[in-house]
Nanobody
């Protein structure tokens, strides 16, 4: 069993930065694939980024490549999403996800554990 708690969301101006954190509890964290999804109002939930349990492999949706960076600290049971050069279209609720044995890192259905979400708003 893994429980996920996100933090770090908020209001930021276009071009600004935020760092989201997701702290996990449970014995499976170090062997879990971790990731982030987001959902904007009126839109479907979409994949943002994922990182394998080793930390050596990362995946990003095209719209955030070069701007976002996912990382993890297994000693702290925490995964991070550094978001730079934020745009209004990045506005959404961001969800931390986790699962063991993920076969498709970009599929929401692959993740068995979800956090409650944190709001990110990019606006003047």
């Amino acid at each position: 069993q893994v429980q996920l708690v996100e933090s770090g969301g908020g209001l930021v101006q276009p071009g600004g930065s935020l760092r989201l954190s997701c702290r996990a509890s449970g014995r499976s964290f170090s062997s879990s694939t971790m990731g982030w999804f987001r959902q904007a109002p009126g839109k479907e939930r979409e994949f943002v980024a994922a990182i394998l349990w080793t930390g050596r492999s990362t995946y990003y949706t095209d719209s955030v490549k070069g701007r976002f960076a996912i990382s993890r600290d297994n000693a702290k049971s925490t995964v991070y999403l550094q978001m730079n050069s934020l745009k209004p279209e990045d506005t959404a609720v961001y969800y931390c996800v986790a699962s063991v044995g993920v076969s498709s890192e970009r599929a929401a259905s692959a993740y068995g554990y979800w956090g409650q979400g944190t709001q990110v708003t990019v606006s003047l």
